[in-house]
């Protein structure tokens, strides 16, 4: 039982601060707030491509980094201090991992590439209209004919589906046994005849969300991954690690220290707000939680560094992440006061107050999303309660 | 980085758990606490024959060499199986302040005997307006010739009622609440001018309120400088604190455990509560809140590993989230269990007692938040 670094670990400290202060600059950091974010998020991760510090957690045989569970932390607490964006996880954490477990050679070969340097941009087709939670009822239908699936359907919350090369999918090739059985999980090219993409304002006035609608779109039978009808065993693989990454803790930790400097500044009555008992108790309760969760997120990593792929146990990391991502969203917006409410109409928000306020009302309205998808909490609970206590 | 016990520390867990599981059953653990003493003896020689009260004193001492994480696992064991044995008392409180403070005569007097089972220890700290603050000290110690003769009064005292010796926190200069002008007194228990009541408190633990009256002390029973003590008790508190909470995980742990068990078989509607979703959902907050407190007792025995110092804000972090999580453990088991939960016989709320006890031992969530966020917006 211990967590000092070694020597190694402090000198890795060292080249991942000097990468991010010399990388990460305010050009950059400019450009992602811009209109174009997708030029600017895929130029970031090609610099960490290019460092080779893309795929954490990644084996090395594909292009990962081999990092021990102490390097990750270390370099995800070196990157949330600095408010530097995750990877975008539609390849590199979802679609990437199910093609080098599942995937043939020819698939490795043909995608992974693309995934490592940001070339190609990836979404996820799991939810429709009709199956959200209970994902297994999904009704997109594939249908043979020759060396071709012909798929219809639609696709819903499909994040950046406007800005996607491929897609990767869940349809249903069969309507025989459980509903389970019958899936197939498959990659297709946005550019095919019949996609059509609706896109969703969400409540933070955003568009990431979309509904990809397929008609009569033609796939080659050699893009399926896995064996047809198994696709619920990669489905189920990649939630396990769509979940690790879901909780997020390096982020809320951030979002507390904004939320410290920000109630420093904010005066009540000649009052710091971070000098209010009450405002002090939400806060260090909220450090507390953190602090725990950080521990089992860490405890998590350990036991994957032994073991192999996370288990269902990566669902308490995802409850409770959200959760408190939630939590301190919500009192971000408490800090705001008044300004949470600013909608800046095209105009800079450091004219019109805090500055930051805009970007705690985008964070707390999107966050809303965080507990149901990734399966909602209340799935996770299901699956906690089923595979981890046993209880049917 | 490694959350990995070693092979010593998987034996002396194994080998606690054993005797919970062969000699420490709940119906023993009743018997015990129901007599006269509240503890058995029998227990303690076997806790000396199988070292555990070894474990963290020093080699040169004649201990073990043990450190934080030896004292983590045996105190978690003790909170799987309920022991009410004073080890907090006897090896943590008083055989640490001797071994952190004691002169070299001491340790040569106290710790051998602690290790083979015939010191009792207590430390009395607490007096009836001190609350959790430990430098509110009234009882005196005065120069007299070339020892000290002690007045006051302590309460609470852990152990305080079996204890054959015990170290006392008594004021040698200043005024009520000054830091500075505290020392550390050894006393024996039978010690002229020493008078205790003794009472059990509601989680089976006897304890004790003692009375000083005019008790003389010689030069050698001063433990450390005199005036300077705060620093100590304080360290000691903290690595207690931690021991504490260690135990306080292996309840959670074990009603946890119990309670799953408990809806796996107990039928309603002619079925088992646990297909219940409302009951299944509510487990699996209470699993959770187990995970969580362990996590962030580990990261807290990490820290004190590498520089007790730097674990100061974890410590108090970790008291405040054990009270809330503890509760939600205790509260649930106890719903879950139905009428039995509310019974004396079952076990359920006699580990609901103790983890109420837990919870208010060494200062609870609010005066803890509060020196939590001294201590983290300090810096």
Redesign the interface.
């Known amino acids: 039982?211990?967590?000092?670094f070694s020597p190694e670990e402090l000198t890795f400290r060292e080249e991942v601060r000097g990468f991010f202060d010399e990388q990460f600059d305010d050009e950059l950091v400019s450009r992602l707030r811009g209109d174009n974010f997708k030029e600017a998020i895929v130029e970031w991760q090609q610099r960490l491509y290019k460092k080779g510090w893309i795929a954490a957690n990644w084996p090395v045989e594909h292009g990962g980094t081999g990092w021990?569970?102490?390097q990750k932390?270390i370099y995800e607490t070196e990157r949330s201090e600095r408010g530097i964006p995750g990877v975008i996880p539609f390849g590199i954490g979802m679609v990437g991992p199910m093609i080098y477990q599942f995937g043939t050679t020819e698939q490795k070969e043909k995608f992974l590439p693309g995934v490592l340097d940001s070339t190609t941009w990836w979404c996820q087709g799991y939810s429709e209209p009709g199956s959200g939670s209970d994902l297994a009822s999904l009704k997109t239908k594939a249908e043979l004919d020759g060396d071709h699936y012909v798929i219809n359907g639609a696709k819903i919350w499909t994040s950046y589906a406007q800005y996607a090369d491929w897609i990767f999918v869940l349809v249903r090739t069969s309507n025989e046994g459980k509903k389970q059985e019958g899936i197939t999980f498959i990659l297709v090219d946005m550019k095919t005849p019949g996609i059509k993409i609706n896109p969703i304002i969400s409540i933070d006035n955003e568009h990431s969300l979309n509904e990809v609608e397929f008609s009569d779109v033609r796939v080659p039978v050699e893009n399926v991954v896995g064996e047809v009808n198994k696709g619920w065993t990669v489905a189920k693989a990649l939630l396990a690690h769509e979940r690790t990454g879901i909780a997020d803790v390096a982020q809320s930790k951030r979002n507390i220290r904004l939320i410290k400097e920000a109630a420093s500044a904010e005066m009540n009555g000649g009052k710091r707000l971070?000098d209010d008992a009450g405002f002090?108790?939400k806060v260090?309760?909220l450090?507390?939680?953190l602090?725990?969760?950080?521990?089992?997120e860490?405890?998590t990593l350990?036991a994957m560094a032994a073991g192999g792929f996370p288990g269902p146990e990566s669902s308490?990391l995802k409850?409770?992440g959200t959760e408190l991502q939630q939590a301190t969203q919500e009192l971000r917006m408490e800090t705001a006061a008044y300004y949470q409410g600013v909608l800046p109409n095209g105009m800079d928000p450091e004219v019109l107050g805090h500055s930051w306020a805009h970007d705690a009302f985008r964070n707390y309205m999107y966050g809303r999303a965080s507990t149901i998808y990734g399966g909602s909490n209340?799935v996770q609970?299901?699956i906690?309660?089923k595979y981890?206590?046993?209880?049917? | 980085?490694?959350?990995?016990?070693s092979e010593e520390q998987q034996m002396v867990r194994d080998s606690i758990a054993r005797f919970v599981q062969d000699d420490y059953d709940w119906d023993t653990r009743r018997a015990i606490v129901a007599s006269d003493t509240g503890m058995s003896d029998k227990a303690w020689q076997t806790f000396a024959e199988l070292g555990w009260l070894s474990i963290p004193f020093a080699e040169e001492d004649g201990g073990f060499g043990g450190d934080i994480?030896d004292t983590m696992v045996i105190m978690e064991e003790i909170g799987k199986g309920l022991v009410v044995e004073p080890y907090l008392p006897t090896v943590v409180l008083f055989g640490g302040l001797i071994a952190r403070a004691g002169n070299e005569a001491q340790r040569n007097a106290w710790i051998p005997s602690i290790i083979e089972g015939s010191t009792s220890g207590a430390f009395a700290y607490l007096e009836r307006q001190s609350r959790f603050e430990i430098a509110d000290c009234l009882t005196q110690a005065k120069t007299a010739g070339d020892g000290w003769v002690l007045n006051g009064e302590k309460v609470v005292v852990f152990n305080g009622a079996n204890c054959n010796q015990m170290i006392v926190l008594a004021r040698t200069s200043g005024e009520q609440w000054d830091r500075d002008g505290l020392s550390l007194f050894v006393v024996a228990a039978d010690a002229e001018g020493v008078n205790r009541v003794d009472y059990p408190m509601m989680d089976g633990q006897r304890v004790a309120n003692i009375t000083f009256t005019d008790v003389a002390l010689n030069a050698d029973s001063l433990v450390g400088e005199a005036g300077t003590a705060m620093a100590t008790v304080e360290a000691m508190i903290q690595e207690a604190t931690i021991a504490l909470m260690a135990e306080a995980v292996g309840c959670m742990g074990t009603l946890n455990t119990k309670t799953?068990e408990y809806?796996?078989t107990r039928e309603q509607f002619g079925v088992a509560i646990?297909?219940f979703?409302s009951l299944?959902?509510r487990?699996?907050d209470t699993?959770?809140a187990y995970?969580?407190?362990k996590?962030?007792l580990?990261?807290v025995?990490?820290?004190y590993?590498?520089d007790p110092a730097s674990a100061a804000a974890?410590i108090h972090?970790l008291k405040?989230?054990i009270d809330k999580n503890a509760k939600l453990v205790y509260g649930e088991a106890t719903q879950m269990h139905g009428g039995m939960g509310i019974t004396d016989e079952l076990d359920i709320g006699h580990y609901a007692k103790r983890l109420m006890m837990i919870n208010t031992t060494f200062g609870d969530a609010t005066y803890h938040?509060a020196q939590?966020?001294d201590k983290?917006?300090a810096a």
Do not use: W
């Open positions: 039982m211990d967590i000092a021990t569970p102490t932390y971070l002090q108790a260090a309760d450090e507390i939680e602090m725990a969760l950080e521990f089992t860490l405890r350990a308490l409850i409770k209340e609970k299901n906690i309660a981890v206590l046993g209880l049917e | 980085m490694n959350f990995d016990f994480v799953l809806t796996k646990g297909s979703q299944q959902h487990m699996v699993m959770m995970e969580q407190a996590s962030l580990f990261k025995v990490c820290e590993k590498q974890s972090a405040v989230f938040r939590y966020i983290a917006y």
